[in-house]
């Protein structure tokens, strides 16, 4: 489009593309000149205008280990203000904030409009949504994923996915002595168990063939994008979208990539429905969510139902399938290089396998080629088990920040005060890192913190592990994601012995999902089967 075609407004926010980016290149010189001296300054700086930009910037390539250092040297909290270009931003992970903002307060602090446009990807969906649309999603989705129905469902079809997908595959790679990228595997098998649960249908990512996934290297941009635009002024990546460069002109083709996948997946689904069944009526062995809401008469009656059933089913798949890959790939990751804690799994685990293995002796051909697989009833109870998957989780959280916006101003109990309009930045990663929050031991890798002296499970409040995040927005799937995480990872370290490749360098992608940048590169060896005495 022409200069002389452009309105004012827009013709701003190039001014302020070009004003943010002279500052950059300012700030990014300085950095390297600084870097030359070797000299290295993380403590939070309020500059002239500019804020505490320059030390963001100075550690984009390590952004959040480079804010965790600056809530360390602040005392949980700082406020980023760069004014020319209308960005102000208070960041935490100070654990009574917490609990004000997303409990206390709670009305007082809305995802807010900016968020909805950065997480455009979702729609009107529940994550994107506040006040009463929001209380009414939550209500409905909380109705129909509480039924008994629906949790059996969930243990029956975690289970299958992995005796039928995850250990055959991990077999075939154990068996062809080949290192396999595991965090991709793992967000395979995740897609292909979200995709079950929400549209009853299995895309088969996991195929030994590991054929190429669209949608999934299309998520993968768009939730880069999503994290990228948290770190600039909203007139800088707005301005971007709108002139098509950059991410996000990457985005845009994602989002045709992702959209039209879950729109296939309910075309898909509606038509099967119309083969298989005659109604939805009690008798009907109706299972996955989908299927729950087309069958729900408030939702299908409404004047918005494709766009509410659309939205939804975008919201729990994105939310499924990153987020559990995410947690089992560093839960690997943290367990494969920690051999005590991992023999302290198996010591838990070896009861039951044990009398597994008793039960399969003696037949002509055992189940799963000799492999063990527990049920939810039999893991839904470990201990060990369960406190190692909250410390990974504690560490490496799947959602690494949240995102809030002030409706009005307020004075947060660490004293600080916060404008109306101002934007909340919550790091849970750096909350797992702070000595003030959870010890001296912080950054180690120990999950006898969750277990009390006389051998149960330690309570820890929600505002201090976050990674179901807190208050009345906790995650309404933190259960079905439990089930699925202990079947799944019960299985994979029983059978398989998990060693990550000398020299992987294994660090966070910037992305609103805790992904691993390079992967998580892996050799897989099978167990020798043991029986307990």
């Given at each position: 489009m022409?200069i002389?075609?452009m309105n004012?407004f827009?013709?701003?926010?190039?001014?302020?593309?070009?004003?943010?980016?002279?500052?950059?290149?300012v700030?990014?010189?300085?950095?390297?000149?600084l870097?030359?001296?070797?000299?290295?300054?993380?403590?939070?700086?309020q500059?002239?205008i500019?804020?505490?930009?320059p030390?963001?910037?100075?550690?984009m390539?390590?952004?959040?280990?480079?804010?965790?250092?600056?809530?360390?040297t602040?005392?949980?909290?700082?406020?980023?203000?760069?004014?020319?270009?209308g960005?102000r931003?208070?960041?935490?992970?100070?654990?009574?904030?917490v609990?004000?903002?997303?409990?206390?307060?709670?009305?007082?602090?809305p995802?807010?409009?900016v968020?909805?446009e950065?997480?455009?990807?979702?729609?009107?969906?529940i994550?994107?949504?506040?006040?009463?649309?929001w209380?009414?999603?939550?209500?409905?989705?909380q109705?129909l994923?509480?039924?008994?129905?629906?949790?059996a469902?969930?243990?029956r079809?975690?289970?299958?996915?992995?005796?039928?997908?995850?250990?055959?595959?991990l077999?075939?790679?154990?068996?062809?002595?080949?290192?396999?990228?595991?965090?991709d595997?793992?967000?395979?098998?995740?897609l292909d168990?979200?995709?079950?649960?929400?549209?009853g249908?299995?895309p088969?990512?996991?195929?030994v063939g590991?054929?190429e996934?669209?949608f999934?290297?299309?998520m993968?941009?768009v939730?880069?994008?999503?994290?990228?635009?948290?770190?600039m002024?909203?007139?800088?990546?707005?301005?971007?979208?709108w002139?098509?460069?950059?991410?996000?002109?990457r985005?845009a083709a994602?989002?045709?990539t992702?959209?039209?996948?879950v729109?296939?997946?309910?075309a898909?689904h509606?038509?099967d429905?119309?083969?298989?069944?005659?109604?939805?009526?009690?008798?009907?062995?109706?299972?996955?969510?989908?299927?729950?809401?087309?069958?729900d008469?408030?939702?299908?009656?409404?004047?918005d139902?494709?766009?509410?059933?659309?939205?939804?089913?975008?919201?729990?798949?994105?939310?499924?399938?990153?987020?559990?890959?995410?947690?089992?790939?560093?839960f690997?990751?943290l367990?494969?290089?920690n051999?005590?804690?991992?023999?302290?799994?198996?010591?838990?685990?070896?009861?039951?396998?044990?009398?597994?293995?008793?039960?399969?002796?003696g037949?002509?051909f055992?189940?799963?080629?000799?492999?063990?697989?527990?049920?939810?009833?039999?893991?839904?109870?470990?201990?060990?088990?369960?406190?190692?998957?909250?410390?990974?989780?504690?560490?490496?959280?799947?959602?690494?920040?949240?995102?809030?916006a002030?409706?009005a101003g307020?004075?947060?109990?660490?004293?600080?005060?916060?404008?109306?309009?101002?934007?909340?930045?919550?790091?849970?990663?750096?909350?797992?890192r702070?000595?003030r929050?959870?010890g001296k031991?912080?950054?180690e890798?120990?999950p006898?913190?969750?277990?009390?002296?006389?051998?149960?499970?330690?309570?820890?409040?929600?505002n201090?592990?976050?990674?179901?995040?807190s208050?009345p927005?906790t995650?309404l799937g933190?259960?079905m994601?439990?089930v699925?995480?202990?079947?799944?990872?019960a299985?994979?370290a029983w059978?398989f012995?998990v060693e990550?490749?000398?020299?992987?360098?294994?660090?966070?992608?910037?992305?609103?999902?805790?992904?691993?940048?390079?992967?998580l590169l892996?050799?897989v060896?099978?167990?020798e089967p043991?029986?307990n005495s």
């Amino acid at each position: 489009m022409a200069i002389s075609n452009m309105n004012l407004f827009d013709l701003f926010f190039v001014l302020q593309l070009l004003l943010s980016a002279v500052c950059v290149l300012v700030i990014c010189y300085r950095y390297h000149r600084l870097k030359s001296m070797k000299k290295c300054s993380l403590g939070v700086v309020q500059w002239p205008i500019v804020g505490v930009l320059p030390a963001i910037v100075a550690n984009m390539h390590r952004l959040l280990d480079g804010v965790t250092v600056l809530l360390a040297t602040s005392q949980l909290n700082f406020q980023c203000r760069f004014w020319l270009a209308g960005f102000r931003f208070f960041v935490t992970c100070d654990p009574d904030n917490v609990r004000h903002i997303f409990t206390s307060n709670f009305d007082n602090y809305p995802k807010g409009e900016v968020f909805a446009e950065m997480f455009d990807v979702l729609g009107g969906g529940i994550f994107n949504t506040d006040g009463e649309r929001w209380r009414r999603q939550r209500n409905k989705a909380q109705m129909l994923m509480t039924t008994p129905r629906f949790r059996a469902f969930v243990a029956r079809s975690s289970l299958d996915k992995v005796e039928k997908g995850l250990l055959p595959f991990l077999a075939h790679v154990a068996d062809a002595g080949k290192t396999c990228d595991l965090q991709d595997v793992l967000t395979r098998w995740s897609l292909d168990a979200t995709c079950h649960l929400v549209f009853g249908v299995d895309p088969g990512c996991l195929d030994v063939g590991l054929p190429e996934v669209p949608f999934a290297r299309a998520m993968d941009d768009v939730l880069r994008t999503i994290f990228l635009r948290h770190t600039m002024p909203v007139s800088c990546w707005k301005t971007m979208r709108w002139l098509g460069i950059g991410h996000e002109k990457r985005n845009a083709a994602a989002r045709r990539t992702v959209e039209s996948f879950v729109a296939s997946a309910i075309a898909k689904h509606r038509a099967d429905d119309g083969k298989s069944r005659q109604g939805c009526g009690d008798k009907q062995p109706i299972a996955d969510l989908l299927s729950s809401f087309l069958c729900d008469d408030e939702i299908a009656g409404s004047a918005d139902a494709d766009v509410y059933i659309r939205d939804m089913a975008m919201n729990l798949l994105v939310a499924g399938r990153d987020t559990t890959s995410s947690a089992l790939s560093w839960f690997f990751y943290l367990v494969s290089t920690n051999p005590r804690v991992e023999q302290k799994l198996l010591q838990e685990l070896a009861p039951i396998a044990s009398r597994k293995l008793q039960l399969q002796q003696g037949r002509l051909f055992p189940s799963n080629g000799g492999m063990v697989t527990f049920d939810a009833s039999e893991v839904r109870n470990l201990l060990y088990l369960h406190a190692a998957l909250c410390e990974a989780m504690r560490l490496y959280p799947p959602v690494p920040l949240e995102h809030k916006a002030a409706v009005a101003g307020d004075v947060l109990p660490s004293g600080h005060e916060v404008s109306a309009g101002d934007k909340v930045l919550v790091f849970y990663y750096s909350m797992g890192r702070m000595k003030r929050v959870w010890g001296k031991d912080c950054r180690e890798f120990r999950p006898e913190r969750w277990i009390t002296e006389d051998g149960k499970l330690r309570y820890v409040p929600s505002n201090k592990f976050v990674a179901f995040n807190s208050g009345p927005r906790t995650c309404l799937g933190k259960e079905m994601a439990l089930v699925q995480m202990k079947v799944t990872a019960a299985a994979m370290a029983w059978n398989f012995a998990v060693e990550v490749v000398p020299g992987h360098v294994v660090e966070p992608r910037l992305s609103v999902i805790l992904h691993m940048k390079n992967g998580l590169l892996v050799r897989v060896k099978r167990r020798e089967p043991v029986m307990n005495s």
